[in-house]
């Protein structure tokens, strides 16, 4: 059984542009997660998606933005980037939200560098 | 405001020898409790969902419980491939998890 898919897992970009990572989750699963981790505050809830709606939205600004598709992939996209969106952003996908002896099972991440 | 805190944030052990990792929490009306094991370079691998005080669950050496302000994840007898990040996270009824930043295990031969 397939495992989430995060694609790239390296990403170089200048300050000012934008990038799109994406997300496939586990076959099945039709709620996906997004997180950014970094050394200093850990991992921070970004969004989460289900059935092509976005269900709950973290503390973070417009630049950050996400859909996902009919076949539950995901895609979340940052704008004008920043030096301090330097992370790794992980995928999180789970059966639903009624559904959480599950757990959820996350992806191997984007290491994005803003240079 | 939802919160969790893990400590210690570092813990070094020799191997074989028993430990046990905190998780304080304050959420309104807890969904349930994660615990995750991260290796560098990795995303995190789920390991437990607990959902009520008294429940207890195990795998191999590692042992999670649950109290109403807390849950701990006890390691007996640890071996070198248990060093890694151990992650606590709890879901609020909002269904966002919100993470601790850690605890930070090596385990030495």
């Known amino acids: 059984k397939a495992g989430v898919t995060q694609t790239p897992r390296y990403l170089i970009k200048t300050r000012g542009q934008q990038v799109t990572l994406s997300c496939s989750p586990i076959?099945?699963?039709?709620?996906v997660s997004w997180y950014q981790q970094t050394p200093g505050q850990g991992l921070q809830f970004l969004f989460e998606?289900?059935?092509?709606?976005?269900?709950n939205k973290g503390n973070f600004p417009g630049r950050f933005s996400g859909r996902q598709f009919s076949n539950s992939r995901s895609e979340m996209n940052v704008s004008t980037l920043e030096l301090g969106d330097s992370a790794l952003y992980l995928c999180?996908?789970?059966?639903?939200?009624?559904?959480?002896?599950?757990?959820?099972?996350f992806g191997s991440g984007t290491r994005l560098t803003v240079v | 405001e939802d919160q969790v805190t893990q400590s210690p944030e570092a813990l070094r052990l020799q191997e074989g020898e028993s430990s046990s990792l905190n998780c304080s929490y304050t959420?309104?009306?807890?969904?349930?409790l994660f615990w995750y094991r991260q290796d560098p370079g990795k995303g995190p691998e789920f390991l437990f969902t607990?959902?009520?005080a008294g429940e207890e669950k195990e795998k191999e050496r590692l042992k999670a419980t649950l109290t109403k302000k807390e849950s701990f994840l006890h390691i007996t007898a640890p071996k070198p491939e248990d060093s890694a990040t151990y992650l606590c996270?709890?879901?609020?009824?909002?269904?966002?998890?919100?993470f601790g930043t850690g605890t930070r295990l090596q385990v030495f031969p």
């Open positions: 999180a996908s789970s059966p639903g939200p009624d559904r959480l002896g599950y757990g959820y099972t």
């Open positions: 998606y289900f059935s092509e709606t976005q269900r």
């Open positions: 959420v309104s009306g807890l969904r349930g």
């Open positions: 996270a709890v879901q609020a009824p909002t269904d966002k998890l919100i």
């Open positions: 607990l959902y009520s």
């Open positions: 076959s099945g699963h039709r709620s």
